[in-house]
């Protein structure tokens, strides 16, 4: 019997959400399915099957076009935002637990400079920064293996007294944070230190306190000489308990000239402190000069090592004040006379064995 229209509104409120579902269903099955094999294609605009048209919803065409779009937009955005945004900027006194193993960046002066060590390729340097107090905020930087070399090879090693800005892995061990560099391009130097430079030779009891930092060439003469595994301690006279110059073992090792003690030279570095006594380190290969040979210290009194473990003592041995004791000569047991005669009597020896 044909459905009038008293017929439809004389139907129930399910019928009539029974026959939307119904016709939704259709619909679905309709974009799903292929209309010439009748497999199910997803979202395929084309049946994989027999390559026929499955046509789509204008909404749902448009969702995907839009959906690609946003996505693109998105990574450009996320790449410039990666390119221009950089790294945050703390103070030291900022670094805490929370902070182990965030990338953070760090401005302040190089307070000493470690180098780059030639067998382990190892790069380490003290960054400081002004407290609250009278203290400075320090903070121990490195860097290790191919980052170091590339940092040497760019000629961005710091030194002392350089204003540098680094970047890096905030480390903790013992409750002692630390920074690793884990780039070359993380390293920048602001400003590098130039040291006020005085030419004349100084005689080393006339090197004072207001010479720190200055480059100077002190001048005096040898008293003793000793070698440690991380340099050179050379002690020039000046009649007191000796000055201090030291020569890394890089340096030392690059050296052409011969020194001992006794000989008056010129030593040409960076006045420096250490253990509340200044010192000159010399850095150069020929930073040091020898003027006269063989010329007898002021002061012949034992100097101190500043309780640095020394490998090798080259200083002049002291003869003790007390006279020596002559002793017997000795008697060949086979003779019976003294060994000295019978070395006497005996043919003299040829040198080469001749």
Known sequence: MATTPSNQQS???????????SCADTSYHRETHCPSCGRFVGTYDRCPYCQAWTPKR???RLFKTLAVLTSTVGLI???F?????????IRIDQIGPLTNFAHVRLTGVVERSFGLHPQWHSLGFTLS??????????IRVSAYAKVALDIDKQGKIP????????EGTVRFQKDTPSLLINAPEHVQILRRFR??????????????????GKVITVQGVIAESVTFPRGSLIRLADQKDGF???VPARTWDDMKVTVHPGDEITARGKVKAFRDALEVEVTSANGLRVLRQGVQPANETSLPSEGRDSSTDTSPDKSSDKPAQPQAPAIDAASGTPSSDAAASAPAAVEGGK
């Open 244 to 246: 201090a110059v030291w």
């Open 129 to 138: 920064q002004p407290g609250t107090g009278s203290e400075p905020l320090s």
């Open 81 to 89: 935002y990666a390119r221009t945004i950089r790294t945050p900027e």
């Open 58 to 60: 204008l909404s749902i």
């Open 77 to 79: 955005l996320l790449l």
């Open 159 to 166: 030194e002392e007294g350089d204003e540098i800005s680094v």
């Open 195 to 212: 040291p006020q430079q005085s030419d004349a030779p100084i005689a080393a009891a006339d090197v004072t306190s207001d010479f720190m």
């Open 11 to 21: 139907q129930n409120p399910e019928q009539a959400q029974h026959a939307g579902a």
